[in-house]
Structure formats: structure tokens, C-alpha cells
């Protein structure tokens, strides 16, 4: 079975200091996982995605993420934050179980960003 | 731009009604999906079709049905709405997932339409 997990439901930062937000997964075998963003009342754009190739996946918007299997880990990272960058950030995990094709998104995690 | 569009983009109704929202997917993609995003329940998938036919059931209530025409557009009919009904719903579109190499492709999300049940 597949499932994915944010750690942090809200994240602050300052404009211009590092941004992490953490995912972990779980898959029996290798999976597919994707980063969105949604901005307020918006729809979700798709940030970066990990199919298997590189582990250091870059993204839209100065992010990237790093696929660790040995730490089941797929975290965003920025290396500078911006005030544009305050949004809801999704991690997704996508593959088969028993068959059926799922596309299972996490909680979600509210980045703040402080002037 | 995803390339996916959904109408209306807000609706208001009252409790006991029915409503249709309407997707559009990226052209040439043949799957189409369907979210409910609730402040209490976060992102809920509802169901999946592809190419005209149900390919996958999630969190749908029985008051609530789809379906995909030969366009390949596609309906979310909720009727009998709640209060709790409120909410904001995603369509997304991909290729195939069932394709080999399909699930490594995202699905790309419209701009939602905001329900509003008084």
C-alpha cells in the first residue's frame, strides 16, 4: 500500500532564509511522487516530480526536492524564500495498489513567509 | 495555464438542490478526475474516468455522480446538497495511468469551482 506524510501542517520562515518542507512515503515499490502548490483559491500547479531518473529533482520557482530512498524522504527545499512563495504545498505519491492506479496527497503544509 | 477548465467558477445554491459542474481536459489527455478540497477534510479524490467509462471510485457520496462524453468532457452532478456540501472542486486530467510508464505522468488541475450551499 502507498501513502504519503507531511510533517509539518504549518511552516514560517523569513523572506530570504531557506525553506524546507518535509514528505515522507511509503511504497512496496518505486514510486512516483510530485510536489504542488496552491496558492488561495487557486488551483494546484505542479511544482517538480521524481519518476525514477535523477534524485535531485528541480522545480518551478527556484525548489527542488531530493528523492532518499534509504530515508523514504522527498523534501522541498528553496534556498531563498519569497513573499510570493506563501501558499499550501501538496506531496503526492502515485502508483498501483491492488491494481488500481492512486494518486494519494498529503495533508498539506501552510508556508509562511515573514517580511 | 494547466490546460484544464472547469465552469462555473463559483456557484450558490440552497440546502436540497441539484448542480452540475463541467471539466474540460488538456487536449489529447483521456483521463479525467475529480476532488473535493473541504477546510475539515483537506483534498478528497471522488472518482476517476477514462475515455468515457468510471475507472476508479474514491470518497463519493451516493448523492453525487459523473460522467465523461465522447468529448471527453466531463460532469459532477451533486443533488440533494448540504451544508456540508460546501466546498471547492478540482477537476484534474492525465494520459493513461494504466499505460505503461503512465503512472510516472502528473495529473494537471483545473482552476476548481467554489460551491457555496446556503
Known amino acids: 500500500a502507498q501513502s504519503v506524510t507531511q510533517l509539518d501542517s504549518h511552516v514560517s520562515v523569513s523572506e530570504g532564509t531557506p525553506v524546507l518542507l518535509r514528505c515522507n512515503y511509503s511504497s512496496s515499490y518505486s514510486p512516483s511522487l510530485f510536489w504542488y502548490v496552491q496558492h488561495p483559491n487557486k488551483g494546484l500547479q505542479l511544482l517538480l516530480k521524481y519518476t525514477s531518473a535523477a534524485t535531485l529533482v528541480k522545480g518551478i520557482n527556484g525548489f527542488e526536492a531530493e528523492f532518499k530512498k534509504s530515508e523514504t524522504s522527498f523534501h522541498l527545499t528553496k534556498p531563498s524564500a519569497h513573499m510570493s512563495d506563501a501558499a499550501e504545498y501538496f506531496c503526492?505519491?502515485?502508483?498501483?495498489?491492488?491494481?488500481?492506479?492512486?494518486?494519494?496527497f498529503g495533508t498539506g503544509t501552510r508556508l509562511k513567509v515573514l517580511a | 495555464d494547466s490546460g484544464v477548465t472547469q465552469t462555473p467558477k463559483h456557484l450558490i445554491t440552497a440546502t436540497g438542490q441539484r448542480v452540475t459542474l463541467r471539466c474540460s481536459p488538456r487536449s489529447g489527455d483521456l483521463s479525467v478526475y475529480w476532488y473535493q478540497q473541504s477546510l475539515d477534510q483537506g483534498l478528497q479524490f471522488l472518482i476517476q474516468y477514462y475515455n468515457g467509462e468510471e475507472r476508479a471510485k474514491g470518497n463519493i457520496l451516493e448523492r453525487f455522480s459523473a460522467q465523461q462524453f465522447p468529448d471527453l468532457h466531463s460532469e459532477l452532478n451533486l443533488s440533494s446538497l448540504e451544508l456540508g456540501d460546501s466546498a471547492l472542486y478540482f477537476c484534474?486530467?492525465?494520459?493513461?495511468?494504466?499505460?505503461?510508464?503512465?503512472?510516472?505522468?502528473?495529473?494537471?488541475f483545473g482552476p476548481g469551482t467554489r460551491l457555496t450551499v446556503l
Open positions: 503526492v505519491v502515485s502508483g498501483f495498489t491492488s491494481g488500481t492506479y492512486k494518486y494519494i
Open positions: 484534474a486530467s492525465s494520459v493513461d495511468p494504466m499505460r505503461r510508464a503512465g503512472q510516472k505522468h502528473e495529473q494537471f
